[in-house]
């Protein structure tokens, strides 16, 4: 007497091709290898800049020495942006030098150096709780400290300091805006980032110290005398640029219209070379599908791995990405998933809400990822920056979580350089990316994805 | 039936004020808020700046502050070095910038930045024995990196490329010299620290890159094409500065002109704030001698606690101390210890070669120490730099040797900040230069201080 069965989503033999490529990139991926060739063949890559150009060459023939089918590229534009000199002091009590950088996105200091005295808030939260005038004037500072936590957890609410800081800043009459730099280390590298002016507020110059620097100005400022301080910051948005979301295909065998995408973001920001932010990302999903792509049968639907342009400075790749896909683009997209958290080991794994019938497939993907020391964790994670604008308009998305541990130790620093990459992480990434989007572009039964309206823009 | 003992050295009176004062300190030594205070206060003070000025005013007013008895200065002439912006970038084939730092007393670029092809060598060695040609017309490279050692032994050997190779460079026909830092860390922040440029070579600009800047040299380098950099080094000597030792003393109740002479260095390098490098030791031997000082009776013999002036630039405060010193001095001279490898704590006492006389004395210091986890290591150890002078001209010296597994990560660079002490840490250190200077000036047998001729400057 045998209990009647389903036949499972996903066959025996679509496993063992996983299982398959999981060795394989186990026993060395190549990933390494790409990370060196951009960081050290490119660089810095800042959106809009000479090294974003040279960055998108480098992404197309890399895609075409790694097999894929297809290489194609999206234009994608957003208003340029420049990083000049920056330079900031103590000019009383105590004159020192203070590391800083600017905010992305953020105006100048003009011409004449901004000499203003500084006035400690703990948080952003005091600086919105203090009266409309608490900063009438001066350079108003916002000290707080991110934790360390794997999983990041400590970047949203200090993030938040950065993002929307130098609006709340200027709404309590601030000439300035100076925030302790949103990171975990303790080395004289400022973290830069993006923030955003709100409208019907000055556009005030924006800056990161770094951790050591902030210290220093607290320090100065516990003593209870006037401090000022002397910023130069030759930065600002001109105009536009154009630069390209590069995406490489490996053509699905049954079902090619159909895509799972995985990807990570090809700019970086200026200060550093990138390794982390994101050549990792790029080149564990491009190593994903070139495994994929050198099986003698490909899958049965397509993998397209996307190197997005511009994520730093307002995720306008992805969100360019998305804008181009109508309703039943959103339905062949049955899942997509991104690296952009460094390059630490996952440690996790899940996706967003499923159907019914999708939860046994999900589970044998759960199976084929466990060997790599990856627990399933449903109901946590989340889509990620570039998968996001897909994500809000109803594509299903996989979360492969990695270990961030040290991720804000370096995360937009001139510290995120080759040497914080190790190989062997990697290639236990690169099995996960490849076993994931092998496995999801074999399923029938799907992720969920459906046509959804994302909710409006903030 | 009792053998006949001769009393000790020591007396147990002694022994127990001793004691005392290791209790003292460890309860809480003041250390700390020292080395906050001019870390923030005054922050950089390379020798010669505003910032030394501002770092001799503030060692007198901190002496007085904690009760020395007598506070004087001893002028200081050096030649003033200089140090502008700095910059270098990588022009071919892949454009990118390098993080480099000047060596200390290095000549600049001039108006003109150079532009020149670099010639990699593993070691200072490889360069020595390169082809008189081997670097002509080129920027000769040293790329060898430090080793991590508890007692910083890797320091000698990699230190030497940057003390003698721009000038071994400049024999070999190069027009700059870079190295990689000498430091353990894997930051984006080059080490700094003395170059001598040897008679009848040109005198080419020298330049530490950091040790992610240094692998990505090697990494363009390793690809066989010509790499051509761009250095711009505005810095340079001009002139002469004048600096002070500053000394402050606890006087001797019995043989007040008999002294024992503990110390750090007052300068720092620019880049820094000079926390571990050498507030630490400035603030551990001027609260050794401090602790001492508020004892209800004085040591017999007189402390002499010495911030020394321009220790990096060539140790000139030292040499101008000793070189006041006629050899009837050297002999009142007992002994002397200095403290400067950073903020770690001390895990090894030794002395220099002891005449029979003073070897249970030394036990009994030694036992004295035991209890802070401080091994007599009989044979190991020196004067270090700022002893060094006198202990050549024949003053005996003791040595409190220092954890510094992680002191070449900060040392020389932006990153030797507060943030890098541990204030408890700090409290074992006071505690045992208290134990040791106590003692020592209590000691009637002496640790044989007797005048040498020194050998002849190199
Ligand atoms: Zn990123
Ligand atoms: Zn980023
Ligand atoms: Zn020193
Ligand atoms: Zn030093």
Redesign the interface.
Known sequence: LHAQQASPDLSDDALAVAAQLRETALAGSGAYALV?SL??????RMAGT??DVAAVAWAKAAFERNGFDTVSTQPVTFPAWRRGEERAAVLSP????L?VTALGLSDGTGGTPLQAEVVEFESLQALKDAPADAARGRIAYVSLRMERKRDGGGYGIAGQARTHGAGVAASKGAVGYLLRSIGTD????PHTGMQRYPDGVARIPAAALS??DA??LS??LRRGQPVTVQLELDVGTQGEATSYNVIGEIRGREKPDEVVIIGGHLDSWDL??GAIDDAAGVAITMRAGALIGALPTPPKRTIRVIAFANEEQGIVGAKTYAAAQDDAAIVRHRIGAESDFGAGRIYGFATSALPAASEATVQQIAAALAPLGIDYLPGKGGAGPDIGPMAQRGMAWGWLAQDGSDYFDYHH???D????VDAAALDQQVAAYAVFAYLAAESDAGFGSTPQTPPAAD
């Open positions: 060196e960081t050290t063949e490119v660089g810095p000479p090294g105590f004159p020192q030098p590391h303790s080395d004289r590298l951790n050591p210290d220093l320090n100065m550093g070379t620093t001139a510290n350089t080759l040497d914080k």
